[in-house]
């Protein structure tokens, strides 16, 4: 087949825009493969499970008629083992899974200032 000399810079032209144009889309523009659109929802997705579960652990440790003794066993532990200690007391386990989250239990830890709680949660007194 003979192709016209006058077209083969055109065909030349159309091929090196196209992978230029592929190049700079996925490097400065912003477009990924779908694995890794796949990869970051589901990142994402996790990520908010994990902020929406915050103020239940908040909530459980707030309510939790054991409260004293398990921030003692919480301040007690050194500090990169308080989010064991905070799994282990319950409080990161959401109602209806079995286990409790490591990522919710750090969020959780991060949110109480453990350090900063007082040992009795304050009750509303009417004084007047």
């Known amino acids: 087949m003979n192709i016209p000399e006058s077209i083969k810079p055109g065909i030349y032209g159309a091929v090196i825009g196209a992978a230029v144009v592929g190049i700079v889309g996925f490097t400065w523009g912003g477009w990924v493969t779908g694995g890794t659109a796949q990869d970051r929802a589901m990142a994402m997705a996790h990520d908010d499970v994990v902020a929406a579960m915050v103020p239940v652990c908040v909530d459980m440790a707030r309510t939790d008629p054991d409260r004293a003794a398990?921030?003692?066993?919480?301040?007690?532990?050194?500090?990169?083992?308080?989010r064991d200690a905070l799994m282990e007391a319950g409080w990161a386990t959401v109602p209806g899974a079995e286990a409790p989250d490591r990522d919710i239990a750090q969020a959780c830890l991060a949110s109480l200032d453990v350090d900063g709680l007082p040992e009795q949660p304050e009750t509303a007194a009417d004084e007047g």
């Open 70 to 82: 398990k921030l003692a066993t919480i301040r007690d532990a050194s500090t990169f083992r308080r």
